[in-house]
């Protein structure tokens, strides 16, 4: 099993924040769902925790088969989706991804969110044992690099200005001299128990989840105009709407597709 902790900062507030990724990850989805894949969502309900007390769970289906390297595709199923379930007890958050036919494959992901530059030495209590492991890495939402694919340069940090907040653009060293600043400490878990092949998915899988943990904050802070000042309900408004929106771009897209395949073996 390979651990990192990623430790990525914002130009916010923690309770701002709470509010830019709920939007964040409800934009998000719906843009990048298309053509029977993307982000379906399965449930999306209230739930309970005696410890973290009252909370939001939810559960989806990431459709993402034609998005993987060459090599995993040569040994998935055509039709293939992670399943990912979440509860958000902000400022504590637990995700999981699983996949039914790579039983020995998961992500684990536990979160927590502090108003401070990243310098809580173990936020999330990792047991001594683990301590020795995990690789912090810190990702800075305005210098470091995305895949060419995801560049956009309205979504750039380093010439983005908010009008509304009167913060950015951001310049080297921001973490150090932001005021407000917060940290999302995440320690990532990959497990994929396949002798020969474990190294490798699960590096592959670390790279990809910085890559997704980079964008989603930077288009979070980028896309601020849009919620800030915004109430939870709002924004609880915003994702139903969205969630209905992405759920009907997938199926839609996954019945065409089913469609032109039976046709096919018809003719």
Not at 33 to 38: D, L, M, P, T, V
Not at 153 to 179: H, Q, V
Request: with cysteine.
């Amino acid at each position: 099993m390979l651990v990192k902790e990623y430790r990525i900062c914002m130009p916010l507030t923690v309770e701002e924040y709470h509010l830019g990724q709920l939007y964040m990850i409800a934009k998000h989805s719906h843009e990048q769902s298309e053509n029977g894949e993307g982000v379906e969502v399965v449930t999306n309900e209230a739930c309970y925790d005696p410890l973290h007390g009252s909370g939001q769970y939810t559960e989806k289906r990431v459709h993402l088969s034609s998005r993987l390297p060459s090599w995993i595709r040569a040994v998935i199923p055509r039709i293939f989706y992670v399943t990912e379930k979440a509860w958000n007890y902000f400022p504590y958050t637990i995700t999981e991804y699983t996949c039914s036919f790579l039983p020995r494959f998961s992500i684990h992901v536990e979160t927590r969110y502090e108003d401070n530059n990243g310098v809580t030495e173990n936020c999330l209590m990792v047991p001594d044992d683990e301590l020795q492991q995990r690789e912090v890495d810190f990702v800075d939402i305005a210098f470091d690099e995305l895949p060419a694919k995801y560049y956009k340069e309205e979504e750039d940090l380093t010439k983005f200005k908010s009008a509304k907040t009167d913060r950015g653009p951001l310049e080297p060293g921001w973490r150090d001299t932001s005021n407000p600043v917060m940290c999302s400490y995440k320690l990532v878990r990959v497990k994929f128990e396949v002798f020969g092949l474990q190294n490798k998915v699960e590096s592959f899988t670390h790279k990809s989840v910085r890559d997704i943990l980079l964008l989603g904050h930077k288009q979070a802070f980028a896309w601020v105009d849009e919620w800030y000042g915004m109430t939870l309900e709002d924004i609880r408004d915003y994702e139903s709407k969205m969630n209905a929106e992405t759920n009907r771009k997938v199926l839609t897209g996954r019945n065409q597709s089913s469609n032109n395949a039976s046709a096919s073996s018809s003719a």
